[in-house]
């Protein structure tokens, strides 16, 4: 049983590793007014990435302490099988203390295998994250990768992971039903994502593997590293491996072929985001006339055969912190913050040449570069996501607000007055105040249905301050 806790680091994109690691540790990477506006659903969406990811078969813990993760499978000494139990957490679910020059946040977590008529097999530990700075505890990208091997019995299970914070007193808590499938002579597993494998040659060897919990991959960044393992093959065979989007077309046609010479293969297939379309990619291998005994995605036959086809599904986005995979939803939802001569490009881009125009985009517009994330977009998008839940009693997206465009361009007001007790007889009016700019600004309400648009000045002196804040670009 062992542990592998990951960190990402802002300022280094490096991965830290504590307590006995054999996973392997080294760099990686993650990588305008339209005519067309982004409907409420579209942003709900967007930003409800744990409907999404339970969509996909993940583990989803949505309350308390929110986490994404996944569990792979593979041949144990013996007739044993390995569970390999991946999360992916952001540092601000965390409580942080100060320690020392840096900030420290403990937490606890516990994995629990529960099968009918057997003891439940339970393994806790208390890990600690550390970063060196206030900003950093404030991280809401996959900043940490925690993961846990977990020796089992073939069979079915339920699988329980909960993850508390002794600073608040808060636990998340995941469950999903779970195979650990037997594996015998001719049988391979599942398609495991991850960020970083290498192989190995017995059962007895543990696999050097750091899974992609997420299972996302970044449009026109990272490739999608699809493991798959064979286990006792005797002779050479070749076990096909495709991947189809959301509208059934073929992403990927390619072969795990295994040797049989070894007690273990394992394969590695490449797919370059970039060949890829945005959305769910649906993954399966299998030979093509296993169609009858085919696994549900994510799960396993209990002694999966040379013939079973096996699925999992990936996500092709923007971003794995703003789940966006529709490039017009994207260039819509990008009205407010500026680089329009750039969003427009984009636009009118040909689908081939807009992957290099979203990288352009995406690094001139990043302040801090030595951080894997976009500082400017995140803050953006994450405007839009309170903006919308804050003024949705306006009839529209509350991003379309007036209220809402200012709140996602210039953040929040550092006072807010409703004058509306003041006046007698006259439509309600709300003052925002904004120190910084020097500014108050006016919504009225003229119809007397609660919906608040900028007086004539008010609006002007929002324009001016728009200029300032924005990268207008023409």
Known sequence: MVSVLLRRHAAAGLLACTGMVTAGCGNWQRVNAGPQATTQGEVVQ?????????????LVSAQNIPYV??????????????????????????????SGNAFAA???????????????????RDEVVRVGSFQETMRTDESILLQQRISLKPGNYQLTVRVRDPGNGQTGTAVRRVVAPLFGPSTYTAPILAYRVRGRASRE?????????RGTVAYGGDTLLIYIEGNGYTKPTDIPVVARDEHDSLVLNATAHFTGTGKIEGRIIRLA???????????????????HNEAPPGKFA???GGDAIHRTNALVSFSSAWVVTNFEDLLSLLRYFGEDRRVEAMRRAKGTDRTQLWQEFY?????IPATPENEALDTYFARIAIANQ???????????????EVFVTIGEPDEIHDQSAQLQNQSRVIQWLYNDYRVVLYFQDITGFGRFQLTPQSRSDFERIRVRVQHISG
Do not use: C, K
Request: charged share 20%; net charge negative; no cysteine.
């Open 363 to 367: 690094h001139a517009t990043d302040p």
């Open 273 to 291: 985001p970039d060949s890829a379309p945005l959305g769910q990619l649906e993954i399966m291998v299998g030979p093509d006339n296993a169609v």
């Open 46 to 58: 967007m930003f409800d990435a744990n409907a999404l990811f339970t969509r996909l078969g993940r």
């Open 390 to 404: 804050r003024f949705r009693q306006e009839g529209i997206s509350g991003w379309r607000t007036d209220r809402g």
């Open 69 to 98: 993760g996944s569990v792979a499978f593979v041949a144990g000494p013996v007739d044993s099988t390995v569970a390999i139990v991946a999360i992916s957490l952001a540092n601000h679910v965390f409580t942080f203390e100060r």
């Open 106 to 124: 403990r937490y606890r977590v516990e994995y629990q295998f529960d099968r009918t008529g057997a003891a439940p097999v339970i393994v806790g």
């Open 302 to 304: 209990l002694a999966p």
């Open 205 to 213: 060897d543990s696999l050097s593997i750091v899974l992609n919990p």
